[in-house]
């Protein structure tokens, strides 16, 4: 039995870097500093500056994870896992993103009793921090650049980073207007933006993850549209249980049955199909059966099987 196994080509980045070494060096730099920021957030009284070290640690967490899903995608399929083990980094997105809904509520909180009793924040220390933490962000977005429209796993590390190095802008915006002013206020505000952030990438990496679990359609792919393009082939009659779906990031699945009118073009017709799916919509595995046009066929809805 032939099992499945993939395994990503190269990406190249930055001249003389690679994916993984990028990731690598990204994931160092955000764990570091943000033990640093959460430190200096505490002397200084700084809730923005806890909130970015809060939305570094999803970063940080989004790096370990595309670092994981690298060593991970590799690993050769079993008889048991036959689809090997790519699975895994969709539900460690999943644990992610619920964990960080749960953060972002925790900022939220905390920011609503600051707008009410604003402590007093060292501003000074307070920006020098955030101006070292977006230092760290643009570094580290550099060397992710270069990947990040040939692979979504360095796409969603990249997209972290740039929105923590807007956090940290957020957070500068709100010590310049603090020491200008000694308006205090700026702090939780700045805080709730953050928090709004974080929330809003939590939710889409839960509803992702969960569409994937599901074996929902990926959201790029109009099944419809690729209904037609292949009942367009010829000699083609139909097409009936029609079902794509996503096994990791970036890596997507097909199923079909094709009813044909012609038998003795069988090589030629399954061939034509393949490369309408693998040029045209980007799906890499595809599984067609081709079944004549004389046989009868349902597709199966478990909901309503009988046992006789």
């Not at 002397?43 to 595309?66: N, Q």
């Not at 399929?77 to 090997?84: F, I, R, S, W």
């Not at 007093?120 to 220390?125: L, Q, R, V």
């Not at 429209?149 to 972290?160: E, P």
Request: charged share 15%.
């Amino acid at each position: 039995m032939a099992l499945l196994h993939i395994c990503p080509g190269p990406v190249y980045l930055n001249k003389g870097s690679s994916p993984l070494s990028a990731l690598r060096l990204a994931f160092l730099l955000t764990s570091i500093f943000l033990v640093i920021e959460f430190v200096g957030g505490l002397y200084t009284h700084s809730l923005a500056l806890i909130a970015d070290a809060g939305h570094m640690l999803v970063d940080s967490a989004a790096l370990g994870l595309s670092l994981f899903a690298f060593w991970f995608s590799c690993r050769p399929a079993t008889a048991t896992k036959t689809y090997g083990f790519y699975r895994v980094e969709i539900l460690a997105a999943l644990f992610n993103g619920v964990i960080l809904i749960i953060v972002s509520f925790g900022i939220f909180y905390e920011s609503y009793h600051r707008l009410m009793h604003p402590p007093e924040i060292e501003s000074g220390w307070m920006l020098i921090i955030a101006a070292l933490g977006l230092v760290i962000n643009l570094i580290s977005a550099y060397f992710l650049h270069g990947a990040q429209f040939s692979n979504l796993n360095v796409r969603g590390a990249f997209l972290h980073v740039a929105s923590d190095a807007l956090s940290s802008v957020g957070a500068i915006i709100a010590g310049v207007i603090m020491a200008s002013t000694g308006w205090y206020l700026a702090d939780p505000l700045a805080s709730l933006l953050v928090a709004t952030l974080i929330s809003y990438n939590a939710w889409r990496l839960v509803r992702d993850s969960v569409n994937v679990l599901l074996e929902g359609t990926p959201v790029h792919i109009n099944l419809d549209a690729v209904h037609d393009e292949l009942v367009r082939v010829k000699d083609v009659d139909s097409i009936h249980d029609l079902h794509i779906w996503t096994l990791t990031s970036g890596f997507y699945a097909m199923s079909c049955h094709a009813v044909v009118a012609n038998t003795g073009r069988r090589h030629q017709i399954l061939e034509e199909l393949r490369t309408i799916i693998r040029d045209q919509f980007r799906i890499d595995h595809s599984t067609i059966q081709l079944e004549e046009k004389t046989l009868q066929h349902h597709e199966i809805n478990p909901c309503h099987s009988t046992i006789q």
